[in-house]
């Protein structure tokens, strides 16, 4: 059964959700669920007891962003492209994944990490701008009096001179016509007997050979995910990670660098990603979900959270993101966004907010 998320899953559905997916969606999300509720203190004097013993990690938000070309282009679209609530978003996913990178002892790739996390939601904002198309200058007519007169003179010579033109061109036109008639009328009798010598010739062939078969059809092939638009997909990480391969490319990546931030972008919105899936796809899924939703954030230490949201702010975060997640329910009802909007994304994200 093929992982929902993964590279053969977006290839063969496009991120649509079959009946079965997403029973398996809402499971996994149950469970993880009840695993979150297990985990949380139930505000009792040992809960929080026990909560100070397991007192998060202290690090430094102090990640720099890659300076390698890529990373500055990508920076720049980001920035140009991304509503702020989004790109703030995508920053401080970026720092908690590198954050739980390091808590986690994981070694992955710096770069393509950061450009995975500024493109992850590149597909919740509207379409990129079109170039501008150029328009052709008009020339400014100004009123001259003094030059009616030799424009009336004008005017009236090229009248006269028009309707000789005019009768020359028709009696012309007339003789064209007739030469034109008689040619086509001796083109088709010559056309005619050629054809009726062909067909007797033809005729006489197919009497003496057998019938011959038709060429097997070739079934057509479907296009796959990573070939078709990003519009045709059925979910916005999918289409994310379309449009997100495209930009790596032309931004002159290679093609193994463009597949592993997409292949990241598309399984970001799982209920889980495994590290076989790549340490950057793992990463990405935990930096947006501790970002989103709070998981994993009882692992950082208070003043760590603090610091991530001094340099990224979190404004309109919340409002911004349910606004999008409601626009994809509806359009995508078959997504994983839908999915989890309708077992209460809502209240999970303003339950986050509560504890910040």
Known sequence: MVAIGSPTWVERTGGALSPLDQ??????????ELKALRQRPDGSASARSRSADRAGAVLTADQLPPGTPIARHITAYATAHLPDPLFQHSLRSWIWACMLGDLDHLTYDTERLYVAALLHDIALTNPPPTPPTQTTRTTRTTWAPWATRATRATQTTRATRGARATRTARTTWATRMAEATRATRATRMAE?????QTTRVTQTTEATQPPQQPPPQTPPTQPSA?????????????????????????????????????????????ITVPTSWGAEAHLLHAGTHLDAAGTRRSELAPSTVAEVHTRAPRTDFTTHFLTAM???????????????WHLGMPRTLRRHDQHL
């Open 192 to 196: 005619a007997a050629r054809a009726t």
């Open 23 to 32: 029973l398996r969606f809402i499971t996994q999300a149950i469970t993880r």
């Open 226 to 270: 990573r070939s078709k638009p990003g519009r045709e997909a059925y979910c916005f990480a999918v289409q994310g990670a379309t449009i997100a391969r495209q930009l790596v490319l032309d931004a002159g990546a290679s093609r193994p660098y463009a597949d592993t931030v997409a292949d990241a972008i598309a399984a970001h919105f799982n």
């Open 326 to 340: 409601q626009q994809e329910a509806t359009t995508h009802p078959t997504s994983r966004a839908a999915i989890l």
